[in-house]
T-cell receptor, first 115, second 114 residues
Framework: AQTVTQSQPEMSVQEAETVTLSCTYDTSESNYYLFWYKQPPSRQMILVIRQEAYKQQNATENRFSVNFQKAAKSFSLKISDSQLGDTAMYFCASLFKNAGNMLTFGGGTRLMVKP | DTGVSQDPRHKITKRGQNVTFRCDPISEHNRLYWYRQTLGQGPEFLTYFQNEAQLEKSRLLSDRFSAERPKGSFSTLEIQRTEQGDSAMYLC????????????FGPGTRLTVL
């Protein structure tokens, strides 16, 4: 079975600072993708960033970047220049192409950006 | 691109009643997924369709749950004889079967069973 673990239930950061959210996963598959989704309070799930496991280069989307350590099965999300609108639940998720196409989510990290 | 839509957004029902939810995916997406999310947890996969074919069902999907996607466009999720444990957010997502198969989510239907 595939598992995704987020070890930080809650985090906080001051506006304009940088924060890193952790995620580890467990799989024996070789063909997979990793995602970070953001779910603001009472709002829908939004894709933040994705990483193809076969790519060595870490994905970057504006202020969001990942640190993908394939051997360690680690996939952390770095948010630079944090903004109040970044306050949300953040979910790490995996998709294994040879084990169905469903997303397997971690338990989430609640991020609070403080002014 | 209007995004994934779900209807209704909220549903309150009494235990034992049947409920049906609808999901309209992004128009060019051929895959459609249903997930369930309880408060403070990550979503859990229920089932998914490629076009009109239901390809995967989770063990979470008991016999009281049924999903359809009759013409490969919108999908319905029906829960029969609802129980209080069915109270959750039901999320729909869609994707186009290519590459990362990135799934885009709708706003969800929040079900409360009294």
């Amino acid at each position: 079975a595939q598992t995704v673990t987020q070890s930080q239930p809650e985090m906080s950061v001051q506006e304009a600072e940088t924060v890193t959210l952790s995620c580890t996963y467990d799989t024996s598959e070789s063909n997979y993708y990793l995602f970070w989704y953001k779910q603001p309070p009472s709002r829908q799930m939004i894709l933040v960033i994705r990483q193809e496991a076969y790519k060595q280069q870490n994905a970057t989307e504006n202020r969001f970047s990942v640190n993908f350590q394939k051997a360690a099965k680690s996939f952390s999300l770095k948010i630079s220049d944090s903004q109040l609108g970044d306050t949300a639940m953040y979910f790490c998720a995996s998709l294994f192409k040879n084990a169905g196409n469903m997303l397997t989510f971690g338990g989430g990290t609640r991020l609070m950006v403080k002014p | 691109d209007t995004g994934v839509s779900q209807d209704p957004r909220h549903k309150i029902t009494k235990r034992g009643q049947n409920v049906t939810f609808r999901c309209d995916p992004i128009s060019e997406h051929n895959r459609l997924y249903w997930y369930r999310q309880t408060l403070g947890q990550g979503p859990e996969f229920l089932t998914y369709f490629q076009n009109e074919a239901q390809l995967e069902k989770s063990r979470l999907l008991s016999d009281r749950f049924s999903a359809e996607r009759p013409k490969g466009s919108f999908s319905t999720l029906e829960i029969q004889r609802t129980e209080q444990g069915d109270s959750a957010m039901y999320l729909c997502a869609s994707s186009f079967n290519r590459g990362a198969d990135t799934q885009y989510f709708g706003p969800g239907t929040r079900l409360t069973v009294l």
